[in-house]
Every structure is written in structure tokens, then in C-alpha cells.
């Protein structure tokens, strides 16, 4: 049994509704309203979304992904605090968007009860993921890759879970809800492995078998020592 758990956070501990697209598409319409200007919502959104997708493929930089978005809407109108300012509107986001997915709070609690070490390694940046953490409840140590200064899948990024949780690889488990990223990711680096499998995705049939699915993320303590 594992003596030690990590997880991801975004769809899998809980959901952010999207609160970095709504997050920038109102900072884009403050600013376009400053030079009586219009945005085309349809637009900005398919622009943003292709941006935050390259962002979380880790084949872009967020600075960089962020400002190519708004040169592209804004032109020349862009300012040089945009990046801060979305980056601070998003924060704020928090406590209208993210929720706990079902389950989430009584696993933490029983994990609690059991003394068992765990934490979050998650994609993304800070301080945005930290307060997402923090807004359903998760009291223990929270992993970003911006920085940690590497991304999942990379080993790297799961062996400092590992250090944090003062365990083995061979003795964590990580849940994950990405097929590539969190399951294989934590496989290669040694771990045990959980798909939490609750938006009937598709697991790569060339890809290596997680240790265990779950369609409820309580069901992960059936796992754990």
C-alpha cells in the first residue's frame, strides 16, 4: 500500500469553470473601453482559448501566450500591465469559479484522520492555483509548475512530490484525471498511478495501464495504507 498520495488539482480535485477565459476577456473589454473601442467576444475568446491551450501543452510561456493574446485583440492598445492585470483578475475569480468536486471535502478529512502525507502537483502558476487550493479546503503543500521550474509529465516534477511528501516514489500514488500527463507521467517516474476517469475520456490504448480507475474520488482511499 502507498504510503504517501499526490494529486492534481483541476478536474480532479476541482473545477475552475473557466475563470481564466472569462478572467480575460473582461480585463480585454476594460481596457478596449478605455479607447471607446469594441471587441468582437467570439473572437477574443477563440484567441485566448488557442493561447491558454498552448500554455497548458507547455508549448508556450503564459507571459508569452498572454501577449500574443492581446496584441492580436488590442493592437496597439495594449498595456504594459496587462499581463498583471489579468494575472490579478483571475485571483480574485476564485471564489466565484472554483468549486470541490463531489467527494473531495470527506476525502481529505478521512485522509486527515489517517496521518497519511499528501499533496498537490499541478500545471499552471502561482498565486492562481494556491488559491485555488486554498478555496476548497486543501490545507497541506501545493506544487506549481511555474515554479518549480518544470512541468508534468516530465519525472522531474513528480520526484519533488516525492521529496515533499518525504516518500519513495515506489511508495506515492498520484491521481490524476489526464491520461499522458498525470498517469503516465507518475508511472515513468516510479509512481503508482490513479486515473480518476469521471468525464469519459478516452485512455491511450498505447499508453501503460494506471495501477487502478476511479469513477468517484472517494474510491482512492481503497487504495491507500
Same mark, same amino acid.
Given at each position: 500500500?502507498?504510503?504517501?498520495?499526490g494529486?492534481?488539482?483541476d478536474h480532479? +480535485?476541482?473545477i =475552475?469553470? &473557466?475563470?481564466?477565459r472569462i478572467a480575460?476577456l473582461e480585463v480585454?473589454h476594460?481596457? !478596449?473601453a478605455r479607447?471607446?473601442? %469594441?471587441?468582437?467576444?467570439t473572437v !477574443?475568446g477563440a484567441i485566448?482559448?488557442? #493561447?491558454?491551450?498552448l500554455f497548458?501543452?507547455?508549448?508556450?510561456?503564459?507571459?508569452?501566450a498572454l %501577449?500574443?493574446?492581446f /496584441?492580436?485583440?488590442?493592437g496597439g492598445? /495594449?498595456? %504594459? #500591465?496587462?499581463e498583471?492585470?489579468?494575472r490579478e483578475?483571475?485571483?480574485r475569480?476564485?471564489s466565484?469559479?472554483?468549486?470541490?468536486?463531489?467527494g473531495?471535502?470527506?476525502? $481529505?478529512?478521512?485522509? =486527515?484522520?489517517?496521518?497519511?502525507?499528501?499533496?498537490? $502537483?499541478?500545471?499552471?502558476?502561482?498565486?492562481?492555483?494556491?488559491? &485555488?487550493?486554498d478555496s476548497?479546503?486543501?490545507?497541506?503543500?501545493?506544487l506549481?509548475?511555474? =515554479? +518549480?521550474g518544470?512541468? &508534468?509529465?516530465?519525472p522531474? /516534477?513528480?520526484f519533488?512530490l516525492a521529496?515533499v511528501l518525504n516518500?519513495?516514489?515506489?511508495d506515492?500514488?498520484?491521481?490524476g484525471? =489526464?491520461?499522458?500527463?498525470?498517469i503516465?507521467?507518475? +508511472?515513468?517516474?516510479?509512481m503508482?498511478?490513479?486515473?480518476?476517469e469521471? #468525464?469519459?475520456?478516452?485512455?491511450?490504448?498505447? !499508453?501503460?495501464?494506471?495501477?487502478?480507475i476511479?469513477?468517484?474520488?472517494g474510491d482512492?482511499?481503497?487504495?491507500?495504507?
Open positions: 500500500m502507498p504510503k504517501a498520495v494529486f492534481d488539482f480532479t +480535485l476541482g =475552475d469553470n &473557466k475563470l481564466e480575460f480585454v476594460e481596457i !478596449a479607447s471607446h473601442s %469594441a471587441i468582437d467576444v !477574443a485566448i482559448d488557442r #493561447e491558454l491551450g497548458r501543452a507547455g508549448h508556450s510561456g503564459l507571459s508569452d %501577449a500574443r493574446a /496584441a492580436s485583440i488590442l492598445h /495594449a498595456p %504594459a #500591465e496587462a498583471h492585470m489579468f483578475h483571475a485571483v475569480l476564485v466565484q469559479y472554483v468549486a470541490a468536486l463531489p473531495v471535502p470527506q476525502l $481529505l478529512a478521512e485522509l =486527515d484522520r489517517r496521518r497519511l502525507p499528501y499533496a498537490i $502537483l499541478t500545471n499552471g502558476w502561482n498565486p492562481l492555483q494556491q488559491e &485555488k487550493a476548497i479546503g486543501f490545507r497541506r503543500p501545493v506549481v509548475s511555474e =515554479d +518549480l518544470v512541468r &508534468k509529465p516530465e522531474e /516534477a513528480f519533488v521529496r516518500s519513495e516514489p515506489g506515492t500514488i498520484y491521481v484525471d =489526464d491520461p499522458l500527463v498525470d503516465v507521467g507518475a +508511472l515513468r517516474a516510479g503508482q498511478a490513479i486515473w480518476f469521471w #468525464e469519459v475520456r478516452t485512455y491511450p490504448p498505447d !499508453a501503460p495501464p494506471p495501477t487502478a476511479v469513477h468517484r474520488i482512492v482511499l481503497n487504495y491507500l495504507s
